[in-house]
């Protein structure tokens, strides 16, 4: 079985969701004895490659076209099919991004093919059945995939990227793909950098620290930033606060914000509506610090601290000191 997975760059990097989705893979192909191969749109780094080697790939399909250097789902799709076809590829898998899930759409459009979308687990290879993640998260349902070529795209944080025990070679393999004008219809055609906020730093944090309407205000916040630093972590947020203005909405967890998966999760004034948790379910350990012990996020916490953020919050910042 042969199976491909769409690698998305990051920082001339391949990104951790990237990663995930190779060490799941690799597993994927091993069960059926198959190839791990990888396709990357756009200009291939020496980081990529190690990253690939690390996970035991053993071809990176590549397509660096001028009009390629922009995302273009359409054109990506093009790419991606390129590729599949190239590996003989039974199965090729996706991050579960926006871009992910809305290339491997394309490819699915295109060629007629099941996909399945978020997938967290592979309960069976051969017919294929998955479960994954819908309604943002809160829900699992168990999906089968039967056409002859498989697509899917793997939900972000559902398993560690461990390298390979034996790299692979990694042997990079340029596509020759020609662009349908009709495929860059739709293509992005200006990137702005992000004002005064680094994202990356709340997804990847192994201790984020939230704060929801409990906060009170703008000013409310101080105590939960120093326990954020003094931790190490981040500060992430409730919606309501990134809609009252009191803090930027790269800060924003949950289902129209990021997703989080960190070692330790300390929410803090936040009730857990389901389209936060749908951000933060991943968390291995979460500390809830609330005045109401029925709001649902100390019902779904590990540890709960019944009380006022702004009592409990510098308690444990004294404990600390
Ligand atoms: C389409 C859609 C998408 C959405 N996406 C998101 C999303 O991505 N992320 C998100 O967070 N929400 C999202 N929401 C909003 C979500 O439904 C909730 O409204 C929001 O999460 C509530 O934020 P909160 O918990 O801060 O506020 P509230 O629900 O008002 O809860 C405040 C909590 O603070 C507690 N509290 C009050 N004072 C204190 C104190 N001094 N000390 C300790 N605890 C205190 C209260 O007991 C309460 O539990 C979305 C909604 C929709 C419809």
């Known amino acids: 079985m042969s199976v491909v997975v769409v690698v998305e760059v990051e920082d001339s990097r391949a990104s951790l969701v990237s990663q995930e989705t190779l060490t799941f893979a690799r597993d994927l192909a091993a069960l059926g004895a198959g190839e791990l191969h990888a396709v990357i749109v756009g200009a291939c780094t020496e980081g ?51 871009r992910g ?44 995939v039967s056409s002859r070529v498989r697509l899917m795209t793997m939900a972000g944080h559902a398993v560690e990227p461990v390298p390979a025990a034996t790299p692979g070679a990694a042997e990079v393999r340029p596509l020759a793909v020609t662009i349908a004008a009709e ?67 790269h800060e924003q967890v949950g289902q129209t914000g990021s997703r989080i998966s960190p070692d330790l999760y300390i929410p803090c004034g936040i009730s857990g509506a389901i389209q936060h948790w749908a951000g933060c379910a991943s968390s291995k350990t979460i500390l809830a610090i609330n005045t109401d012990p029925d709001a649902p996020m100390m019902t779904k916490a590990d540890y709960a601290v019944v009380g006022d953020m702004h009592e409990v919050v510098p308690a444990i910042l004294e404990a600390l000191n």
């Not at 790419?79 to 190239?86: D, N």
């Not at 290339?103 to 996909?115: D, K, N, Q």
């Not at 979308?117 to 819908?134: F, G, I, K, T, Y």
């Not at 200006?190 to 709340?202: A, I, M, N, Y």
């Open 101 to 144: 899930n809305e290339i491997l759409a394309h490819v699915a459009a295109r060629r007629g093919l099941e996909m399945a979308a978020n997938v967290v687990r592979v309960e069976s290879v051969q017919p294929l059945r998955v479960v994954r993640q819908v309604v943002g998260g809160s829900v699992l349902e168990t999906s089968s």
């Open 183 to 249: 495929d860059l219809r739709a293509k992005v055609v200006r990137v702005e950098e992000r004002v005064g906020g680094d994202t990356s730093g709340l997804t990847s944090a192994r201790v984020v620290v939230g704060a929801g309407r409990g906060a009170g205000g703008p000013e409310g916040f101080d105590g939960v930033i120093a326990l954020a630093e003094r931790l190490g972590g981040a500060l992430g947020v409730s919606r309501v606060v990134t809609s009252l203005g009191w803090r930027p909405h």
């Open 48 to 98: 990529v490659i190690a990253d690939c080697r690390a996970q035991g790939v053993i071809a990176l399909h590549t397509a660096d076209n001028p009009e390629l250097a922009r995302y273009a789902a359409a054109a990506w799709a093009a790419v991606v099919e390129a590729s599949g076809r190239a590996a003989r590829a039974d199965l090729v898998i996706a991050p579960g991004t926006s």
